[in-house]
């Protein structure tokens, strides 16, 4: 089912239906979907990226983890409203399409699948930076290995690439809490090296809690790095079409993001800063293994360093089942080539996934030009793309609220707490962070690329549009 084949007030039960139309196997059960969506909240940002945020903000960037997860939250609650009006492969341009119209769900369907693809590029570029803690191997050479693995990985059936994630994700949730655990150990029973120095004071003593150089400035200049390590967790929304019970399973997943967040960003921040001081941090160095090596726990280092990588090659792996889905969906709605609708018998979209695998090179590249600073350079080019989709979600749920409150569509079955208000002050927040951007000499360039892939966007719309303009694909739904 697309917006082109189906009208846009079918009812919940044609809707969950979607994937037989669209040739997908509703093959991912509810553990999976779980998994995915925890998985999906913790991977790169918080692993690798939290090291530079500590190093700028210091304590602080606990608050900034805490706010942008309440911020977070809105948006998965006013996608999960979305959902469950009408759960389909492809949520984010199809719902851009149905409320605000055809050029939006173009721009909205080819941004995400360019958010997926530099977003792999950065995780294959930590997973090489990774590897460096083993072996003194060129960064590049990992990054193509990695590549050419998780690209042989996809070619598989969808319920194989749930079992994986599944795995992948039990793996880092297992780590974070059992280094919450140790941590809690040093706190209250000192044992290892920093059993005589920790202390719950270093989230104040050294500075204070706002301790970067410029205090609460310096707080809100990590925002962009601390959204960045929230993206993908949208990604439930791409397994809608092919979840075994969207209706039950995705509320489920959804209403897991708050302790997701209080437990695996703020609980783990809290407990790192309160053994290690937030001055022995570096950019660049996950705090995990840092933490572990001034615990004097060398071998814990190297664990944490191996569940890191997992972490990095999961997330590339799910952009790589993503982009395969957003590039079909496209291309069933007439707004991309006909050739990214073919599936293989296992249900999986071998050529939209094999293009984008290709692209996926370029960070191959980037490692071998810049090794030291690929991955600051990818960074804020996923970022801005990832919360492109975030703010076609919140506008989206706003438009369906005032026709559902209007009795013009059916109310959602899942709606959002706080409604308009609380989408309306996630979009706010997203555009002070899109501030920060601009602010930020080293994330400015993000925002100098924006311009230049939508004029390019709007291009390809009015070429496709003047070729086929009786299509429905661009036709103003009503």
């Known amino acids: 089912m697309t ?30 979907i779980q998994m995915i969506a925890i998985g999906g909240a913790i991977g790169t940002g918080l692993f690798l990226g939290a090291g530079k945020g500590i190093s700028k903000a210091g304590p602080s960037l606990i608050l900034a983890y805490a706010l942008a997860g309440l911020v977070i ?50 995780e294959v570029t930590a997973a090489a930076t990774y590897m460096t803690y083993w072996w003194d191997i060129p960064q590049w050479l990992s990054a193509l290995v990695f590549t050419v693995i998780l690209y042989g990985a996809n070619l598989i059936s969808v319920k194989l690439f749930g079992e994986l994630e599944f795995w992948f994700s039990m793996v880092k949730v297992t780590a974070i809490i059992g280094m919450i655990l140790i941590c809690a150990g040093i706190l209250t029973i000192g044992f290892s090296d920093a059993g005589d ?5 270093h989230l104040w003593d050294l500075g204070g809690f706002f301790a970067g150089e410029d205090g609460l400035v310096s707080t809100l200049m990590t925002l962009q790095m601390v959204m960045f390590a929230f993206l993908a967790v949208e990604l439930v929304g791409v397994t809608a079409g092919e979840s075994k019970d969207p209706k039950t399973v995705l509320p489920k997943a959804i209403n897991t993001v708050p302790w997701r967040i209080a437990v695996f960003y703020v609980g783990a921040l809290i407990m790192i800063l309160s053994v290690v001081p937030w001055t022995h941090f570096k950019p660049g160095v996950s705090p995990f293994v840092a933490a572990f090596e001034e615990m004097g726990l060398s071998i814990g280092a190297a664990i944490v360093n191996f569940v890191v990588l997992t972490a990095a090659l999961s997330s590339c792996n799910s952009g790589m089942y993503s982009t395969g889905r957003m590039l079909r969906d496209l291309a069933l709605n007439g707004q991309g080539p006909k050739l990214f609708t073919r599936l293989t018998k296992s249900g999986t979209p071998l050529i939209g996934t094999t293009f984008s695998a290709a692209l996926m090179m370029v960070g191959v590249w980037i490692n071998y030009q810049w090794p030291g600073e690929a991955f600051n350079y990818v960074v804020s080019f996923a970022t801005i793309s990832g ?62 690329g924006a311009p230049v892939w939508g004029l390019l966007l709007a291009v390809a719309y009015l070429v496709l549009k003047a070729r086929n303009p009786e299509s429905a694909a661009f036709a103003k739904r009503s």
């Open 3 to 32: 917006s082109v084949q189906v009208d846009q007030h079918h009812d919940g039960n044609e809707a969950a239906d979607s994937a037989s139309g669209e040739g997908y196997h509703r093959a991912l059960g509810a553990r999976q």
């Open 73 to 122: 939250f809105f948006i998965m609650r006013a996608l999960g409203e979305l959902l469950m009006y009408r759960p389909v492969s492809g949520s984010f341009s199809e719902y851009a399409r149905e409320f605000i119209g055809p050029f939006a769900g173009f721009v909205t369907g080819w941004t995400y699948w360019l958010f997926w693809v530099v977003t792999g590029i950065t």
């Open 387 to 448: 919360m492109w989709a975030w703010i076609m979600i919140l506008i989206c749920q706003i438009r369906f609220r005032l026709k559902a409150d209007r009795g013009e569509l059916p109310q959602s079955s899942f709606k959002a707490p706080g409604g308009i208000w609380a989408s309306s002050f996630a979009l706010a927040f997203i555009g002070l962070v899109v501030v920060t951007m601009g602010i930020d000499e080293g994330n400015r360039v993000a925002l100098y």
């Open 197 to 201: 120095t920790a202390s719950i004071t």
